[in-house]
């Protein structure tokens, strides 16, 4: 077997065990889970490899580049990030238990959420931050992020505390947004 060979079946090996990992279905604003902080995470048995698999599955699912566990139901500190959407499986983050240990530099960009369809906004975030998480197994790493991948990490870091996009904006947007959210819930679409 060539070395194309293997990266070929690992591909397939990969894609196969996400395809046939549980799909949960994302949470939506306003439900409760999506405002309480996260549990910390304790146990790092088989069962919460296979969790973390099935928040993969749902994430690409749902078209996301982050998932947080409130998100699909889960109120614990487990978070999946790949913001290049499958296009550097290498820097593909699990991130459980984390905290923002160092925040550098302020950016104003777009955001949306998977919890919050249909609304977006600019928020301010820090432009570099770095995390100190645990993997699967339970070790402790630290992770620098810039640009999308570190809005991506605040963001999802945000909702194991119960913090949501819209809360991050000014009264009058986060109105705005919830107003939107309201009349999407009327006509059935939310």
Same mark, same amino acid.
């Given at each position: 077997?060539?070395?194309?060979?293997?990266?070929?079946?690992?591909?397939?090996?990969?894609?196969?065990?996400?395809?046939?990992?549980?799909?949960?279905?994302?949470?939506?604003?306003?439900?409760?889970?999506?405002?309480?902080?996260?549990?910390?995470?304790?146990?790092?048995?088989?069962?919460?490899?296979?969790?973390?698999?099935?928040?993969?599955?749902?994430?690409?699912?749902?078209?996301?580049?982050?998932?947080?566990?409130?998100?699909? #139901?889960?109120?614990?500190?487990?978070?999946?990030?790949?913001?290049?959407?499958?296009?550097?499986?290498?820097?593909?983050?699990?991130?459980?238990?984390?905290?923002?240990?160092?925040?550098? #530099?302020?950016?104003?960009?777009?955001?949306?959420?998977?919890?919050?369809?249909?609304?977006?906004?600019?928020?301010?975030?820090?432009?570099?931050?770095?995390?100190?998480?645990?993997?699967?197994?339970?070790?402790?790493?630290?992770?620098? #992020?810039?640009?999308?991948?570190?809005?991506?990490?605040?963001?999802?870091?945000?909702?194991?505390?119960?913090?949501?996009?819209?809360?991050?904006?000014?009264?009058?947007?986060?109105?705005?947004?919830?107003?939107?959210?309201?009349?999407?819930?009327?006509?059935?679409?939310?």
């Amino acid at each position: 077997m060539s070395e194309n060979d293997k990266t070929d079946q690992k591909d397939v090996t990969a894609a196969e065990s996400i395809s046939t990992a549980k799909i949960h279905p994302i949470v939506k604003y306003p439900d409760p889970v999506l405002m309480r902080k996260g549990a910390a995470v304790t146990d790092f048995g088989p069962n919460l490899a296979q969790f973390v698999e099935e928040m993969w599955a749902s994430m690409y699912a749902a078209h996301g580049i982050g998932l947080a566990a409130p998100q699909i #139901g889960v109120s614990k500190r487990i978070t999946v990030i790949d913001a290049n959407f499958k296009e550097k499986p290498e820097e593909k983050l699990v991130l459980i238990n984390p905290e923002i240990v160092e925040r550098e #530099g302020r950016s104003f960009e777009e955001e949306g959420c998977l919890s919050l369809p249909e609304i977006r906004d600019k928020v301010h975030r820090a432009a570099r931050v770095k995390v100190r998480a645990q993997d699967v197994n339970g070790e402790w790493f630290e992770v620098e #992020g810039v640009e999308l991948r570190g809005r991506a990490i605040q963001h999802e870091i945000d909702h194991l505390d119960g913090i949501l996009f819209i809360d991050r904006l000014s009264a009058l947007k986060r109105d705005l947004a919830k107003r939107k959210i309201r009349k999407l819930q009327k006509s059935g679409q939310w």
